[in-house]
């Protein structure tokens, strides 16, 4: 049966780059992991498995991960080798310490953030990467009303927008520091040109979105400047 939410309708459509910044926050995210080539890389929260087949087309030995069997499958016709597990099971899954590299994008904020970062760090050996784009609360969205819309944006989307506490940018700092990450290097995520993005643009909805919208009725009212999109690049200590 067709799941009616995003994360279905991806599989549906086969859609790709379901991430803020879209195809350019993938090469951004390369361009920053290529000083670990050659070497092992994850890639969390797979999809359909696009950004994965361009990694191993860089010279990555990519491993997906996908909890979604529709979107596994997709992975798997690529001839990608992929894992059924989530971020957080992924320790109990893959050696300790054997990979080079996690890629994880729009995924992070979907996870138990402590438990997926513990679990990456895990898996990395000491020195290796974790790059990752996700949206992430501002300093203006409400904190009272930021477990709402996390709550509302699931039931519509399947998917929440933003982790469920009101986490910033220098919060998520501190977690992956909590987690044995340094940031080494972060940005906006790229805006592929769009001047004033609205949410189903910053989630990078596609024709899905639009279908899910219609069907649940209705519209996320998240002011603009509640959400940030970024690309980050954190090494494991
Ligand atoms: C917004 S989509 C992004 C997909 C892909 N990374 C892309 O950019 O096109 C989120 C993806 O994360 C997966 N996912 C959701 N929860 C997850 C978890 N706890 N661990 C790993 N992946 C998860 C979903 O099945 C989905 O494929």
């Known amino acids: 049966m067709r ?14 780059d379901q991430h803020p910044g879209g195809a350019a926050a993938s090469e951004l995210l390369s361009t920053w992991i290529d000083p670990w080539l050659p070497g092992s890389l994850v890639e969390l929260g797979a999809g359909i498995g696009a950004n994965a087949a361009r990694l191993r087309t860089r010279g990555w030995t990519v491993t997906a991960v996908e909890p979604n069997p529709r979107l596994r499958r997709q992975g798997a016709s690529r001839g990608l080798r ?4 989530s971020a957080e099971s992924l320790a109990g899954i893959v050696r300790p310490g054997s990979v ?11 996870t138990d953030l402590p438990r997926a970062l513990a679990s990456v760090a895990t898996v990395l050996r000491p020195g290796g990467a974790l ?6 609360w501002t300093e203006h969205a409400d904190p009272a009303r930021v477990r709402e819309v996390h709550d509302d944006s699931l039931a519509r989307f399947g998917i929440p927008v933003a982790t469920r506490e009101r986490l910033t940018w220098a919060d998520w ?11 080494r290097s972060d940005a906006p995520a790229p805006t592929d040109g769009v001047r004033a993005p609205g949410l189903s643009h910053r989630l990078r909805s596609p024709l ?8 649940h009725r209705g519209q996320l009212n998240v002011p603009g400047d509640w959400l940030e999109a970024r690309c980050a690049l954190a090494v494991r200590l």
């Open 82 to 85: 992929v894992l059924d597990c």
């Open 173 to 183: 700092n501190h977690v992956l520091s909590l987690a044995g990450f340094d940031v």
């Open 131 to 136: 790059a990752f784009c996700d949206l992430v």
């Open 100 to 110: 080079d590299v996690v890629v994880a994008e729009s995924v992070l904020a979907l």
């Open 3 to 16: 799941d009616n939410n995003y994360v279905g309708w991806m599989a549906a459509l086969g859609r790709g």
């Open 208 to 215: 899905a979105s639009l279908r899910i919208h219609r069907s």
